[in-house]
């Protein structure tokens, strides 16, 4: 499987000729060759993960494809299909397995209301935790997704949560919000935290793969 990361938090897996999906938000550039697009995967309703403008294009090019998300995406997305899923569902769509996990969004501040989130494990190799510490507990992750500034991140939490899943590899996603300078100082905590178990860190941009 391969897996490419794209601007912010989106996400693609290709398998066996087949596409996988994961968050495409405002920040991310029109996404091309979709032949081959087999689902959506939208973590929480936040449109830095998806937007309506994004959808469509991706639907225009490939209709039909099924697009899964909590209960909060399937209430703001009203006018698209959503099947709702929930931690601990798994989903199959060939050649793609998909679990979830988590089902919070992490606390930005107090005076916000909080919000449905799920975590995704792909083939039992990838896993992205959306805008989550959610840690798949018991799963072996060759390459983790690994959120690295948001609003509700603190990088000594990111750190701890890249400590406690103990993947084979990691890159940073979620990083729009960062300047360079600040990307690459949270790229090296979050090596750190990588190596501390073996694991190796990947430093990863827009259009940049990884084969699992």
Known sequence: MRVTKYEHATLRA???GKTLLIDPGVFT???DDLGGLVAIVLTHEH???WTPDQLDRILKAAPGTPIYGP???AAAAAGYDITVVNPGDTVTVEP???RFFGGRHEIIHSSMP?????????NDA???PGDSYSVPKGVDVTLLAAPIGAPWLKIGEAMDFVLAVKPKRA???HDMTLSVAGRDMHRARLSWATEQNGGTFLALEPGDSDDI
């Open 126 to 128: 990838l896993y992205y």
């Open 71 to 73: 209960q909060g995406v």
């Open 96 to 98: 793609f397995t998909l």
């Open 29 to 31: 550039s029109p996404l």
């Open 47 to 49: 449109p830095d993960h």
């Open 171 to 173: 890159f940073g996603t």
């Open 14 to 16: 290709d398998e066996a």
């Open 114 to 122: 909080t919000m449905d989130n799920v975590g995704v494990l792909v």
